[in-house]
DNA sequence: CTGAGATTGACAATCGTTCTCAATAACGCC
DNA sequence: GGCGTTATTGAGAACGATTGTCAATCTCAG
C-alpha cells in the first residue's frame, strides 16, 4: 500500500520547481538548504518512485542518474544544454515508429529506446563563444 | 608518445572476441582467467583509449559502462538484446539529420545523441515465452 | 482511536571507477 | 645492442553514487 509523506511531496515540488535535470545529491542539497529534514536515501528512493509512476523522466549522464519533473504518461524525449542543463522536451513520431520497425525487422520484441540529444543551449552557445 | 604494450592489444583482442557489450571488469574477469596478469586499472585505461580513439563504441547502462568493438569511424546505434546481450548495429540517416535539425531548430549548437534500441533477440524471445 | 505495516533516516556497506606512486618497460637515439 | 627518458603499469587506497540495514516513526483502513 503505497503511503503519502510530506517527504515524497517535498520531492516532488522540489523536482518540479527545478529547471532541467538534477541529480538526488543535488535536489537533497537544495531540500536540507530550504530547511527541510528529508533523509538523502528517501530522496533517492521518491525519485525512483516517482521516475516508475511516471511523472519523473531520469537519464544517466556520466555515472550518475538524472530526474527531470515531466507531464505523466506522455512518452517523450528531450534536448538537453551540456553547460546549464536546460531542457526541451521533444517528441518524434518519426523516431518512435524507426524504433519499433527497426526492431521488429531484426525479430526483437518488447522493443525500448533511448534517444537523448545534447548540444550547447543558444545562450550558453553565445557565452561560450 | 603513445606507446604499444601487449597488455592493450590483449584487451583489444579480447574486445574483439566477445559478442555483444561488456564491462570493463566482466572483461578483465575473462583476461585474467585466460591467464593474463593485466590490472583492473589498465582494462580502464584501454577501454576509455580504445572509446576516444573510436575503435569500440560505448554505452552506459544501469550505472556501468559497457563497451563493444566497432568498425572504426563509422558512426551508428545499437539494437541491444537485454537478455543475452547479442547486438546489432544499425545506421539510420534519418535519425541522423532528425537529430541535427531538432538541435538547430532550437538554438542548440554542437549537438551529439545518444540512441540505442533495447529489446529482446529472436532467440531469447522464444526462450522466455 | 488503534494497530498493522509502510516509510523514514542515520549509518554502514557495496559497487563501479579513478587516483597514487613506485616499479617497470617501450622506444628514439647513439 | 645499450641508454635514458618517460609513458605505462598495477596493487591498493580513495572516491562518489547508490543501496542495504534496521529500529523508530508515521500513515491510514477499519
Ligand atoms: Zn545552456
Ligand atoms: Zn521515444
Ligand atoms: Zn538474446
Ligand atoms: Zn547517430
Given amino acids: 500500500m503505497r503511503r503519502n509523506t510530506w517527504q515524497r511531496e517535498a520531492v516532488r515540488e522540489a523536482l ?19 530547511g527541510s529534514e528529508v533523509g538523502l536515501a ?13 511523472e519523473a523522466d531520469s537519464l544517466q549522464s556520466d555515472g550518475e542518474n538524472l530526474y527531470r519533473a515531466c ?8 534536448l538537453i544544454c551540456r553547460h546549464c542543463g536546460a531542457t526541451v522536451e521533444i517528441t518524434a513520431d518519426a523516431v518512435e515508429t524507426w524504433a519499433r520497425d527497426v526492431a521488429a525487422e531484426h525479430g526483437f520484441t518488447a522493443p525500448q529506446h533511448v534517444v537523448d540529444v545534447f548540444g550547447y543551449c543558444a545562450a550558453c552557445s553565445r557565452e561560450l563563444a
Fill in 16 to 34: 518540479g520547481g527545478t529547471e532541467g535535470f538534477v541529480s538526488a545529491q543535488t535536489l537533497h542539497a537544495g531540500l536540507r538548504e530550504a
Fill in 42 to 54: 528517501t530522496v533517492y528512493r521518491a525519485l525512483a518512485d516517482l521516475a516508475d509512476a511516471g
Fill in 71 to 78: 507531464t505523466p504518461g506522455s512518452h517523450h524525449h528531450h
